[in-house]
């Protein structure tokens, strides 16, 4: 049992970083159209074009993110008060200011939107 458990504990590595992903760019509508634009005034400096990451941030194209492990809400707290780093070695994500509810509602679509495209459910 013990030693079970110490090869579980072995294989439990924390994500190391991604810098990069390749990401199809899906064709967007609606309201994925503002989030978006709303995505790359926002969020991509940190988290790569099309949520590929980058050096400063995670991939949002990643399993970590999948609706069933990081449902929007995740999301919306995330942007709205910031999130301490838990699956990733990039540091503290702080608050992102001057979005509002329905940027962050567009945004979300946007991510979503990416994630689908790019084989996640």
């Known amino acids: 049992m013990i030693i079970g458990g110490g090869i579980l504990f072995l294989q439990a590595k924390p994500e190391t970083k991604t810098t990069h992903l390749d ?7 609606g309201i994925e ?47 709205k008060r910031g999130v301490q780093a838990h699956h990733w070695p990039y540091g503290n994500m702080p608050a992102v200011e001057g979005v509002s509810d329905d940027d962050v509602t567009a945004i979300i679509a946007y991510v979503r939107k990416v994630q689908v495209a790019n084989g996640m459910k």
């Open 23 to 29: 990401v199809f760019a899906p064709e967007l509508q």
């Open 33 to 79: 159209v503002k989030g978006g634009k709303l995505y790359a005034a926002n969020c991509a400096a940190c988290h790569g074009p099309n949520a590929a990451g980058s050096e400063k941030g995670p991939p949002f194209v990643h399993k970590i993110y999948a609706r069933d492990h990081h449902v929007d809400a995740s999301f919306y707290n995330a942007v």
